[in-house]
């Protein structure tokens, strides 16, 4: 088939989904209509290549079920029944409901919002000045990173790592909690470079992932079980002096004590802990002693669970001991978004609370925070939410009292959506969201150190607004005149950075690379308190937990005539990103219906065959899908890959009933992969 010709150049953009490449796009635009959207080969990363998400983004962008009109609840709370509504009707009305809460206490008024976008303008600007001046409650955001962020503080000092190109010159990469084809792609591609150069790829991961696939090693780990595994790392380094001693000499602190309880490790303590052959930790760890130059990247999936937060210290310990660091291709990445010189009390203007100092709600737990009367420990019962960049009846966990909670009568809920997603379902106002390809933007990144700056392409879609432009109109409808309020998008994204990334040279390429060090801390330089590479942290000490890592087991662990004994993970779907793309026809194809992979040991003790209907349940509910009986799962272990929308499952729940609300160790976390289930047929 031939393209007719674009009639003006592609228009440079930048993915905005949650994924760590935030990919350069270019977006092919005839007669107004965004025909094509490809990746930019000008900018590395990229190197113009989108994963199979974005590069349908006309599909999502013009899908016929697109929000393009404000619209008010028309039916029962829950019912997704709604009635058009004009803009200003709406507005006027959502105005003086939060108007009149705020006058009894605004802190009864709640935003609820995550990375939807990741972009700084629509995500964390005109919200914030807005609900900051609001006096609003303010949100805890930790439904994603922020038990491994945490760990990555005490440790490092900052989500800080190796620069992500580098990898492709190392010689041993672990791939740590992270399917790098499905969820980094770009990443990926370093690794394959490293590959076909002679590195040796180690995957470890309990789900045989098809990153697992291609490594040359896989250690099909327990969740909640790497901690353990550092450990016996650790403890064979130690016995095998494998260890950078002048490394740990003049660059880290607490060596000592952390030496004294890796030693309590032996690689077969480890190996019934994680559940793996003791000599494939003892290969592991000689390989992690003995190959230079050796990275880690480290990514989320393993910091869901009890311990996450520690278990990230453990492995973020462990490049300081072979002196890792020194090589610009050596080290560890888990997040990279501590590079970028936000400035985020420019954007957000925190100096509006103007003294006062609102409690703070964690999103991770918002089922209970919902349900929750009113107190003097808790304050006011929310009585307002306003929902935007998020789903979270489909993707906070126990999803029943999340329902529950959302269906309340005396809840006011906004939601503002592209989708009609599960949580669109309970609004009162829904109102239509522009896209990526309708607004300005100004990308930060957490896999590579690179800004972006994403120009609209076309203009909005029916009557769809940005984010920030409903949060200017409340403004101005609240009386809120401060000058900020009238800041418009592209001037946000100049505040974004200030003088610190050259606004100039975005405009005219799309991205600016951060001037950031070759490799971080091969002479030390961590931002840490003592500047040491923190095995000890005097500051979680000073707050009563212990100041070493440790290996913390999952608050549910299988144990003899446990009425659940199949651990439940719910990684991410390739082909969806969180519940993005679920509607998406030609994604949802590939991703067929909603599955639970299991072990043939484990289904053919349930009498349990591939395609039949499967009851998942635990104590807090009950979740119906189809099995499937797969290799990728190993025993003990099942996994609902996700995000489905409750209302694509078949009896109307997704895994999300199933999971728990229990917080990590660090950073107030979710525990999705800490869960254990019964499966049976139905
Ligand atoms: N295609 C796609 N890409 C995505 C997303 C998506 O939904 N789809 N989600 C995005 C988001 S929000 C994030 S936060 C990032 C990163 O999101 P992550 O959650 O890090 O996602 P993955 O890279 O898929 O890595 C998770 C891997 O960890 C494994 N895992 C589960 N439990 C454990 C454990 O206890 N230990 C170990 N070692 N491994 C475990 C899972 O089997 C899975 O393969 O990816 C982003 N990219
Ligand atoms: N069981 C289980 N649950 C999980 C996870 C898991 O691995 N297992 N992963 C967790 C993780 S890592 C994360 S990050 C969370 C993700 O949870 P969320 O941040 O809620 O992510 P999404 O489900 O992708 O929902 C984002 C919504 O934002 C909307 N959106 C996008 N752009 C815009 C915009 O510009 N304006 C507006 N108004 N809306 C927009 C999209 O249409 C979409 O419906 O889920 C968590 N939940
Ligand atoms: S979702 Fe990730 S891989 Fe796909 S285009 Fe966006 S940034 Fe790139
Ligand atoms: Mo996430």
Redesign the pocket.
């Known amino acids: 088939m031939s393209q007719p010709a674009p009639s003006t150049p592609p228009v440079r953009g930048a993915c905005?989904h949650?994924c760590p490449d935030t990919c350069a796009l270019l977006t092919t635009v005839q007669d107004g209509v965004a025909v094509r959207v490809q990746g930019n080969p000008a900018h590395p990363m990229t190197a113009g290549v989108l994963c199979a998400k974005v590069a349908k983004y006309p599909e999502r962008t013009y899908h016929p079920e697109r929000l393009l009109q404000p619209m008010r609840r028309a039916g029962p709370k829950g019912a997704g029944l709604f009635e058009p509504v004009g803009w200003d009707e709406a507005l006027d009305d959502i105005a003086a409901r939060l108007s009149a809460i705020a006058a009894r206490d605004p802190q009864a008024i709640l935003p609820y919002s995550?990375?939807?976008?990741m972009?700084l303008v629509?995500a964390e600007s005109m919200d914030r000045r807005f609900f900051h001046r609001l006096g609003a409650s303010l949100l805890d955001r930790t439904?994603?990173?922020s038990a491994g962020g945490e760990g990555l503080v005490q440790t490092l000092g900052g989500k800080l790592g190796m620069r992500v190109q580098h990898f492709a010159e190392a010689r041993l990469i672990l791939i740590w909690g992270s399917n790098s084809i499905g969820s980094n792609l770009h990443f990926w591609r370093l690794a394959l470079e490293a590959k076909r150069n002679g590195a040796r790829l180690v995957c470890i991961d309990p789900r045989r992932t098809e990153t697992a696939d291609k490594c040359h090693e896989h250690v099909a780990l327990l969740p909640g079980t790497d901690a353990a595994l550092a450990f016996a790392l650790m403890h064979e380094c130690i016995v095998h002096d494998w260890l950078d001693h002048d490394y740990l000499e003049r660059y880290t602190l607490g060596w000592p004590a952390l030496r004294e309880r890796a030693l309590q490790w032996p690689p077969a303590r480890a190996a019934a802990v994680c559940g793996v052959p003791e000599a494939q930790i003892r290969e592991l760890a000689r390989a992690y002693g003995t190959t230079r130059p050796a990275a880690i990247r480290l990514n989320?999936g393993m910091q869901?669970v009890r311990g996450g937060g520690n278990a990230t210290r453990a492995i973020a310990s462990l490049p300081a001991l072979v002196g890792a660091w020194r090589n610009r291709a050596g080290g560890m990445l888990l997040s990279s978004s501590g590079a970028f010189p936000v400035q985020r009390a420019v954007l957000q203007r925190p100096d509006l609370l103007a003294g006062r100092r609102p409690r703070t709600l964690n999103m991770s737990t918002i089922g209970d925070e919902l349900l929750r009367e009113a107190s003097p420990g808790f304050g006011p019962r929310v009585e307002a939410l306003v929902v935007?960049?998020?789903?979270?009846v489909?993707?906070?966990?126990e999803s029943a009292k999340v329902a529950a909670g959302f269906a309340r009568e005396d809840l006011f809920t906004v939601v503002?959506?592209?989708?009609q997603?599960d949580?669109a379902d309970y609004a009162d106002y829904l109102l239509p969201?522009?896209?990526?390809l309708e607004?300005w933007d100004i990308q930060i990144a957490y896999g590579h150190t690179d800004v972006l700056l994403n120009r609209p392409a076309i203009a909005p879609l029916g009557q769809a607004r940005?984010?920030t432009a409903v949060f200017r109109a409340l403004a101005q409808r609240m009386g809120f005149d401060e000058d900020c309020f009238r800041d418009d998008d592209e001037a946000l994204c100049r505040q974004a950075y200030g003088p610190q990334v050259d606004f100039e040279r975005l405009l005219q390429d799309g991205f600016a690379p951060l001037d950031l060090p070759e490799a971080p801390f091969a002479q030390g330089g961590f931002p840490t308190p003592s500047g040491r590479c923190e095995f000890f942290s005097e500051r979680l000490a000073a707050q009563g937990q212990d100041g070493l890592p440790d290996h913390l087991p999952n608050y549910e662990v299988a144990e003899a005539g446990s009425p659940y004994p199949l651990a439940m993970i719910?990684?991410?779907a390739r082909n969806f990103?969180?519940?993005?793309f679920v509607n998406v026809k030609s994604l949802r194809d590939m991703e067929r219906e909603p599955l639970l992979e299991i072990n043939a040991a484990d289904a053919a003790a349930r009498g349990i065959a591939t395609g039949a209907v499967v009851r998942v349940f635990n104590a807090r509910g009950e979740y119906r899908c189809k099995a499937e009986v797969s290799a990728r799962a190993r025993a003990g272990v099942v996994h609902?890959l996700?995000?489905w929308w409750r209302k694509s499952g078949l009896d109307g729940t997704n895994?999300?009933e199933l999971?728990s609300q229990r917080l990590t160790d660090l950073g107030r976390a979710?525990t999705?992969?800490d869960c254990l289930v019964e499966v049976a047929p139905v």
């Open positions: 905005p949650d995550y990375a939807g976008t972009g629509q439904i994603c990173s989320y869901r935007y960049n998020s789903n979270p489909a993707v906070a966990p503002l959506e592209q989708f997603t949580t969201a522009t896209t990526q607004h940005p984010n719910s990684p991410p990103l969180n519940s993005t609902g996700g995000i895994v999300n999971t979710p999705f992969y």
